[in-house]
């Protein structure tokens, strides 16, 4: 089958200045995964470079450049899914590592565990030969006035503009139809140290499943995480729903329900893709069944 890819950086309002920027990372990155799928790769494998590629660019929140918390650090939190055998890897709270989808790679591929924190992740980190980097050396001076400035005025959304930023994800089905899918991100600005999201978490930020379809979300993880977000999605696809309207109808009941807003990013096993957010924008991008990209905001 044709292979697809679809990416995003995050459901958020994004400030004019860094439309540019938000679209040019998600052609890269979009570009990075399908490097892999149209070489034959597996889906696994596009997603992970994709999402990379995301979590290199600091224009988002994820790897270098993320948001800091309450105590002026980065804590990074990443998962990676397949969806051919249910197997997930994810790591949260980690403050030592440039690209935190690899590490949750090989939580999935080389341990017995699906989700490992802090210091014991990044303990499995070095037993795995991924090189620590310093906590400083994730930190972007825009984020760290940032953080300053919320510091002086007390946290919000207006001391954060236009410094805000976007979660990372991916999904993908390859050739022989196995399904990925992954996500990536700095967390909420000003998160209280070791707050955790729904990034990393089965069925909240993300799941994949051969038989269904694969999902990436973003958005306020209080949210996300009580209505399972990204499982909810999938099981409308197994429902009978087209992945426009299972996506759609997930921010919906993320809105109905919870009173958050977020977005959503989907492939269904025939390779059909969904996007939806209530946010005033999400940065996506993939190519369309003509192979024409397709790119926003
Ligand atoms: N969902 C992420 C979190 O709550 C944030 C985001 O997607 O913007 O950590």
């Not at 309450?70 to 051919?84: N, P, S, T």
């Not at 993908?172 to 996500?183: E, F, K, L, N, V």
Request: glycine fraction near 12%; charged fraction near 20%.
């Amino acid at each position: 089958m044709r292979p697809v890819l679809i990416v995003h950086g995050g459901a958020w309002e994004i400030p004019a200045a860094a439309v540019l920027a938000c679209r040019e990372g998600c052609r890269r990155a979009l570009e990075a995964g399908h490097r892999v799928l149209d070489a034959g790769g597996s889906a696994l494998d596009a997603v992970e470079a994709a999402i990379v590629a995301l979590e290199d660019d600091p224009v988002f929140d994820a790897g270098y450049g993320s948001h800091l918390n309450l105590r002026g650090r980065v804590q990074l939190d990443a998962i990676l899914m397949e969806g051919a055998t249910l197997n997930a890897g994810a790591v949260a709270a980690v403050e030592r590592v440039r690209n935190p989808i690899r590490l949750a790679r090989r939580v999935l591929e080389s341990s017995p565990h699906v989700l490992l924190v802090a210091e014991g992740a990044e303990e499995f980190a070095r037993e795995q030969g991924i090189a620590l980097c310093e906590p400083d050396d994730l930190v972007t001076q825009s984020q760290r006035k940032a953080w300053l400035r919320c510091r002086e005025v007390g946290h919000s959304s207006a001391a954060h503009f236009p410094s805000q930023q976007g979660t990372v994800g991916a999904v993908a089905i390859d050739s022989a139809g196995r399904i990925a899918a992954g996500t990536s991100t700095g967390g909420t600005c000003c998160k209280y140290p070791g707050r955790v999201g729904d990034s990393p978490l089965v069925g909240c930020g993300c799941y994949a499943d051969d038989e269904a379809g694969g999902a990436s979300s973003t958005g306020w993880g209080e949210g996300i995480m009580k209505i399972v977000m990204a499982k909810t999605a999938i099981e409308m696809l197994r429902a009978g729903h087209a992945p426009q309207e299972a996506a759609d109808r997930s921010i919906r009941l993320l809105s109905d329900r919870v009173h958050a807003t977020g977005g959503l990013i989907l492939v269904d096993r025939q390779g059909r893709i969904g996007a939806s957010f209530s946010t005033p924008n999400m940065a996506f991008a993939y190519r369309d069944a003509a192979g024409a990209l397709v790119i926003s905001p």
